[in-house]
């Protein structure tokens, strides 16, 4: 069963960077297209991107200035780095496992991670 | 963006009930729709894709139906598991976007 977990700080102050790891069990990382997408009160679910090993990495335009998603496959780590947050950025952030189709078959617990000094 | 507009959003339920949630798309997004359900503290989990295919182990007690800009979630049977808020999503034209939630209460 494939298995995701993020992980990363709780707590970033405005203007700095927002790094989250996402670890992988139960599968090769590259079979799939992993994503990471947020939650948050004001701006509900949204999709932040997406990465396969070697084959495409695609992020959404709202982000695509401050955003990297990168595949760490010795480590089995999926990372997002996201820049100049703010705290609009404020959100629980999950990485999921996206489908052949654009759908998310499978989501980690999720982190929250709030912008605050 | 192609916006997705539900309805109610809040629903209040009685166990056994048969209930629908609507999913309006702001552009024609064929029958790539999806829908997910998130119980309270938890993930999303995805119930529904290409509008109508059950993912596996998702009670045939769920169905999905619509086309083009209007979609509908069904819930026959309400059980006390259903409760929490159901997500659509379409994935028809990037970047992909989510509903803003149907609260399901019993």
């Known amino acids: 069963q494939v298995q995701l977990r993020e992980s990363g700080p709780a707590l970033v102050k405005p203007s700095e960077t927002l790094s989250l790891n996402c670890s992988i069990s139960?599968?090769?990382?590259?079979?799939?297209?992993w994503s990471w997408l947020r939650q948050s009160p004001n701006k509900g679910l949204e999709w932040i991107g997406y990465?396969?090993?070697?084959?495409?990495?695609v992020y959404n335009p709202s982000f695509k200035s401050r955003v990297t998603i990168s595949i760490d496959k010795s480590r089995d780590l999926i990372s997002l780095t996201l820049t100049s947050v703010t705290a609009a950025d404020t959100a629980v952030y999950y990485c999921?496992?996206?489908?052949?189709?654009?759908?998310?078959?499978?989501w980690g617990p999720g982190t929250l991670v709030t912008v605050s000094s | 963006d192609v916006d997705l507009t539900q309805s109610p959003a809040t629903l209040s339920a009685f166990l056994g009930d048969t209930v629908s949630i609507s999913c309006r798309a702001s552009q024609n997004v064929g029958n790539w729709s999806a829908w997910y359900h998130q119980r309270p503290g938890n993930a999303p989990n995805l119930l529904i894709q290409?509008?109508?295919n059950l993912q596996p182990a998702v009670s045939s007690r769920f169905s999905g139906t619509g086309s083009g800009t209007d979609f509908t979630l069904t819930i026959r049977n309400v059980e006390s598991g259903d409760i929490g808020t159901y997500f659509c999503q379409q994935y028809s034209r990037a970047p992909w976007t989510f509903g803003q939630g149907t609260k399901v209460e019993i």
């Open positions: 139960g599968t090769s990382i590259i079979n799939y297209y």
């Open positions: 990465s396969q090993l070697n084959v495409a990495t």
């Open positions: 290409k509008t109508s």
């Open positions: 999921a496992r996206r489908g052949p189709a654009a759908v998310f078959v499978g």
